[in-house]
T-cell receptor, first 114, second 115 residues
């Protein structure tokens, strides 16, 4: 069984401040982890993914995430928030073996305050 | 095509009517997925296709829901006798053949409203 928990359904940050979106996973086997972003009225777009290579993963738009096995976490960060970062962010988990069922978290809406 | 294409983009239907939602995956992608996103909820897995077969139908919420895929390409999700709780965004996604590291690419969704 696998699952992800995203802490905080809504996060607000000031423009230029650090963005930290939390994701904790549960998986009985080594996981593959993803962060997706959804802008209003659009589908989901991949930000970055961890597939057992480097534990620090860099994605698009200046985002990065670090896989920490000891903490079962995959938090998403960006040093300086931009107004265009306002969106909903989803963490997701799958694992090698079997079909690729991807389990998503409930999402975190990021608000950027000017 | 360049991306995953879904139609209709918006659908308003009366309770009790049947609806069909179509998904055209990225060319060459053998894996196709349907998810449902309700207001304030995460993404709920519905069904997965590898080629034309669906190894896992466990996510379909009831027997009113069915899906098929023909020719290893286009997929149709059918909801019979729609209910108000079926109102949601139905997202289709596709990826290359079975490999858990492959990126899943999403369409923009079909917004279904049952009145």
């Amino acid at each position: 069984a696998q699952s992800v928990t995203q802490l905080g359904s809504h996060v607000s940050v000031s423009e230029g401040a650090l963005v930290l979106l939390r994701c904790n996973y549960s998986s009985s086997v080594p996981p593959y982890l993803f962060w997706y972003v959804q802008y209003p009225n659009q589908g989901l777009q991949l930000l970055l993914k961890y597939t057992s290579a480097a534990t620090l993963v860099k994605g698009i738009n200046g985002f990065e995430a670090e896989f920490k096995k000891s903490e079962t976490s995959f938090h998403l960060t960006k040093p300086s928030a931009h107004m265009s970062d306002a969106a909903e962010y989803f963490c997701a988990v799958t694992h090698f073996g079997g079909y690729q069922k991807v389990t998503f978290g409930t999402g975190t809406k990021l608000q950027v305050i000017p | 095509g360049a991306g995953v294409s879904q139609s209709p983009s918006n659908k308003v239907t009366e309770k009790g009517k049947d609806v069909e939602l179509r998904c055209d995956p990225i060319s060459g992608h053998t894996a196709l997925y349907w998810y449902r996103q309700s207001l304030g909820q995460g993404l709920e897995f519905l069904i997965y296709f590898q080629g034309n077969s669906a190894p896992d139908k466990s996510g379909l919420p009831s027997d009113r829901f069915s899906a098929e895929r023909t020719g290893g390409s286009v997929s149709t999700l059918t909801i019979q006798r729609t209910q108000q709780e079926d109102s949601a965004v139905y997202l289709c996604a596709s990826s290359l053949e079975l490999n858990s590291g492959n990126t899943i690419y999403f369409g923009e969704g079909s917004w279904l409203t049952v009145v």
